[in-house]
């Protein structure tokens, strides 16, 4: 079992930066890849990025390729997304998720709460 808690959104103007984290519970967060996913109002819930256990591997969506990075602290159970260069279409309620397989659809085992993330034009 893994618990996920999100931190770090807010509203920011389009061009600025934010930097999200997700808190894991559990001594086996290596175990785990980690996925951040959106879903915008009226949206379905799409893929962000995702990163490999030990974090060599790295995947994003072609949409945020270049402006957001994902990396893991396994010493801190914590997965981090950086977003730079923001843009009004980046506004969603952003989801840590976690399972044994890294993957680029929403099939993961476990998720977050989610943390909203308002981009201003």
């Known amino acids: 079992q893994v618990q996920l808690v999100e931190s770090g959104g807010g509203l920011v103007q389009a061009g600025g930066s934010l930097r999200l984290s997700c808190a894991a519970s559990g001594r086996t967060f290596s175990f785990y890849a980690l996925g951040w996913f959106r879903q915008a109002p009226g949206k379905d819930r799409e893929f962000v990025a995702a990163?490999?256990?030990?974090?060599?591997?790295?995947y994003y969506a072609d949409s945020v390729k270049g402006r957001f990075t994902i990396s893991r602290d396994n010493a801190k159970n914590t997965v981090y997304l950086q977003m730079n260069s923001l843009k009004p279409e980046d506004t969603a309620v952003y989801y840590c998720?976690?399972?044994?397989?890294?993957?680029?659809?929403?099939?993961?085992?476990?998720w977050g709460q989610g943390t909203q993330v308002t981009v201003s034009s």
């Open positions: 990163i490999s256990q030990s974090g060599p591997n790295t």
């Open positions: 998720a976690a399972d044994r397989t890294v993957g680029v659809t929403d099939e993961y085992a476990y």
